[in-house]
């Protein structure tokens, strides 16, 4: 059973950072898909970034283009959201997701719709204030 469990999520004030930290378990299959997600109060959940293990190729939101990066640490089994510049409107519950790689990256018609993910974790609060 694949198991993800999220932490690093915080109150910053705006331009802070935070990392975020997913480590994944459980896997049957290697080189995932990985992603965060988050959904602000009120609002869909997004994507935000993502990461095919297998090639290193990674995607970003354009909200959050320059200011995000998603790494993956294979010997941990751990995917990172580092963020700085923080803005208020950053603020939301995140969430990792995974799933098995169906090939290329490119294969893939958009690495940051939620659909495309079948294994999520519990979601960490990420709180920015001005």
């Known amino acids: 059973q694949v198991q993800l469990l999220e932490s690093g999520g915080g109150s910053v004030q705006t331009g802070g950072s935070l990392r975020l930290s997913c480590v994944a378990s459980?896997?049957?299959?290697?080189?995932?898909?990985l992603g965060w997600f988050r959904r602000a109060s009120g609002k869909e959940r997004e994507g935000v970034a993502a990461?095919?293990?297998?090639?290193?190729?990674?995607i970003y939101n354009d909200s959050v283009k320059g200011r995000f990066t998603i790494s993956h640490d294979k010997a941990k089994n751990t995917v990172y959201l580092h963020m700085n510049s923080l803005k208020v409107e950053d603020t939301a519950v995140y969430y990792c997701a995974a799933e098995r790689p169906i090939g290329a990256f490119s294969a893939v018609a958009d690495p940051l719709r939620e659909s495309e993910y079948n294994y999520w974790g519990q979601g960490t609060q990420v709180t920015v204030s001005s």
């Open positions: 459980g896997y049957t299959f290697s080189r995932p898909f």
């Open positions: 990461i095919s293990t297998g090639e290193g190729k990674t």
